[in-house]
């Protein structure tokens, strides 16, 4: 597998150990699309996003796998309450891997984390699904 799926691998394997203020089954996928039936259980993806290479010596090489986050759910009621209780969700997922090392890939080193959109204003008003993605981001030197 290329360094990137490993990392994305590792990230879901973490998210499935944690435990956070509602459940869910964290899924590595290649494509998360779902159709809108499906989004009634929140889904969680953790996709593979970049693999940026630069040089750190004259023999090694600086990593930076950035694997993206989704969290979706088809919302029913008052949008603002489903948005701050989703949003806290998504703020726990990001707690709960800042500066966290991942057990199936110990060389990975986290970097950072964005949440870029905090939620997409379209799906909730075209769809009323909750969409939020991180992106997090781990090094390695090799």
């Not at 040089?55 to 986050?69: H, L, N």
């Not at 890939?105 to 997409?120: E, M, Q, R």
């Amino acid at each position: 597998m290329s360094i990137v799926t490993d990392i994305a691998d590792a990230v879901a394997a973490e998210l499935g150990e944690g435990e956070f203020s509602q459940a869910f089954t964290p899924q590595r996928l290649a494509v998360p699309m779902f159709e809108l039936k499906d989004l009634k259980q929140l889904k969680v993806s953790v996709v593979p996003h970049s693999l940026e290479i630069t040089g750190a010596t004259r023999g090694m090489s600086q990593y930076e796998a950035t694997i993206d986050i989704g969290v979706q759910k088809k919302i029913d009621g008052d949008v603002d309450e489903v948005v701050k209780t989703l949003g806290s969700l998504v703020d726990e997922i990001a707690d709960f891997l800042r500066k966290r090392t991942l057990s199936a890939t110990p060389w990975a080193v986290w970097s950072g984390i964005k949440n870029d959109p905090v939620y997409v204003p379209e799906h909730l008003t075209d769809q009323r699904v909750f969409t939020s993605v991180l992106s997090v981001s781990y090094k390695m030197v090799r």
